[in-house]
């Protein structure tokens, strides 16, 4: 049994942790996106290449690409951005196109890890941390957080379409729904609605809508789980959330 008042008894398991969460503690990324570097043969702890399920104590050299990591923590950080039409929501662009990480505030170390994605002509509400461990979590399935959204549709919606996608849709990846329709305003061929879905999958609400025949024409995020998009914040700017 491990006891304080015995420095010999075996408690090293207990000081141990996988060497994945160690460095997404860190900000260094997801516990996913860091399992892959430890497969690809990036990770080293106390100069021998680390592998999959290896355990490190946080006083231990952990090296990314025989980079020594600075693992002393941060604040944890969490910030909501209002994020804008034509901004894509990668690191870099080859064709030179802005990106949301562009418009975030600097860090003394680690990196911003966005928590999902939003399309390129998509706005609205987009989470950022500098703890990978915290965004593996609110991305997660098991989270089941709800995405709310407004969106314009183009053509006519008629009760039965409505009906339909609070039932469900079987996309090509797989059977999708909405959780909520709720008509807001317009009329003829162009009306917005709130609508709710508990998925992240890419283009899913788009997608959903054109399983009807009917067009996205605007959309943007206005609810993340219980992080809510303020009305007062301006395109393009940021606000820092309590953790």
Known sequence: MCSAADPRS????????KVQKIL???GLGSRREIEKWISDGRISVNGQVSKLGDRAERSDQISVDDRPVQLIKDMIRLILLNKPEGCICTRKDDEGRPTVFELLPS????RWVAVGRLDFNTSGLLLFTNNGEIANKLMHPSANLEREYVVRVHGKVTQKIIDTLLEGVVLEDGFA???SITSQRGSGQNTWFNVVIKEGRKREVRRLWESQDCQVSRLKRIRFGEY???IELPV????ELPV
Request: glycine share 8%; net charge negative.
């Open 10 to 17: 075996n408690c090293e398991i207990n000081m141990t942790e």
């Open 24 to 26: 997404a503690d860190a």
């Open 107 to 110: 860090l003394k170390r680690g």
């Open 177 to 179: 729904k909405f959780e």
């Open 228 to 230: 809510a998009l303020p």
């Open 236 to 239: 393009g700017q940021f606000i």
